[in-house]
């Protein structure tokens, strides 16, 4: 962990109650100052062991990318790989997104990526998945105008709650496809590490973009 101090932002949560610290305790980040640059920046909620935002930062060096990971051990692999590779345009928070606007500072970001966030299908943990409406008022305000969510995920049932979810909380839905490696958008699709393993059992991947207007 200490080695992989240079590109990890903030790590745990700042106090107990998560909701608390959403509200009251701000420590914005300062984008400019961490990356030497004035690049636009996108986000990936859940990035796992990094796989997939090291390969786009590597293919889009004039952005910058932020990777948000509540579990520490999955982090520590992305975090490892991007200083083994020398990647520069990535940085690391290892907190749950919830606190999100602790970090970031409002409309600095101009894209989410969602990649197979957990389907949580039990009613008890609506509020916990990542198409929540909670979520979406976080993502709301910490895109800029015009600024997108690009998800994918396994779970039709999954997708069809979070286009309800985009749409009643003001998001245009664009781009939808129920089967991704058979559609247009495939082209230049990053494989996850979920998405291979589910490929591999013959799964189709559902994928939408959810527009802030
Ligand atoms: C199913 S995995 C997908 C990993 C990766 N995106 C992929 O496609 O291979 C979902 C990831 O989201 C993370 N996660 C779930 N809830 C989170 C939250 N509230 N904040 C941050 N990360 C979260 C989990 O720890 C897990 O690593």
New binding site residues.
């Given amino acids: 962990m200490e080695a992989c101090a240079p590109v990890l932002l903030a790590r745990g949560k700042p106090c107990k109650n998560l909701k608390e610290a959403a509200e009251n305790f701000r420590a914005l980040l300062s984008f400019e100052e961490i990356f030497g640059n004035r690049n636009p920046v996108e986000l990936?909620?859940?990035?796992?062991?990094g796989?997939?935002i090291a390969e786009l930062a590597v293919r889009e060096k004039g952005t910058n990318f932020i990777a948000?990971?509540?579990?520490t051990n999955?982090l520590l692999t992305a975090m490892e790989r991007v200083m083994r590779e020398g990647i520069p345009n990535i940085r690391f928070l290892n907190?749950?997104?919830?606190i999100l606007p602790c970090y970031l500072p409002p409309a600095s970001v101009r894209r989410i990526y969602l990649?197979?966030?957990?389907p949580l299908p039990e009613p008890s943990r609506e509020r916990?998945r990542?198409t929540s409406e909670r979520f979406l008022a976080i993502y709301d305000a910490v895109l800029t105008e015009g600024g997108e969510i690009i998800q994918?995920t396994d779970s039709g049932y999954f997708f069809d709650y979070s286009l309800e979810r985009y749409r009643a909380h003001g998001f245009t839905v664009k781009d939808v496809t129920r089967d991704l490696h058979k559609s247009a958008y495939a082209e230049g699709n990053i494989v996850?590490?979920?998405?291979a393993n589910f490929l591999a059992q013959g799964k189709p991947i559902f994928r939408a973009v959810a527009v802030k207007e």
């Fill in positions: 990936e909620v859940g990035c796992g062991n796989g997939f948000v990971e509540l579990c999955v907190i749950p997104a919830e990649n197979f966030s957990t916990q990542l994918k996850t590490e979920y998405e």
